[in-house]
């Protein structure tokens, strides 16, 4: 299933305007960050679909998986199909500061946050 869903997922992308964007792009110069986005993509849907399917072999089902998409899309009070994390206040300057990283890009205070495994994909 999770095969499928892959596969279904890159095929929305293509639908959706993904080639009309970066047609759109080339003409800003910009073309080869989407195309290192879309490597990215592509990279983690390849990864996903190993994980998955080692995961399968241990006896885990389409079914938890779904489950647990769904709990952790939740949990951070919006189930929108992704997951996102409230910026930090920086506690010297006040700042927001994005989640994930180590100072406060305006005054350099360390966050104190930690990079998590799947920091920088
Ligand atoms: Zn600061």
Redesign the pocket.
């Known amino acids: 299933m999770i095969a499928g869903y892959v596969m279904g997922q890159r095929a929305a992308a293509r639908a959706s305007g993904m080639g009309a964007v970066s047609d759109a792009m080339r003409g800003l110069g910009t073309v080869t960050e989407v195309d290192a986005l879309n490597e990215r993509v592509n990279r983690l849907l390849l990864v996903t679909e190993a994980m998955w399917t080692l995961l399968k072999k241990d006896g885990h089902t389409d079914e938890e998986l779904t489950a647990l998409i769904a709990e952790l899309d939740g949990s951070d009070g919006q189930a929108d199909n992704r997951k996102t994390t409230a910026p930090l206040t920086?506690k010297?300057?006040?700042?927001k500061?994005a989640a994930g990283l180590a100072k406060?890009q305006?005054?350099?205070?360390a966050t104190g946050s930690l990079p998590g495994p799947l920091d920088g994909i």
């Open positions: 920086c010297t300057c006040g700042s500061v406060c305006i005054c350099g205070t």
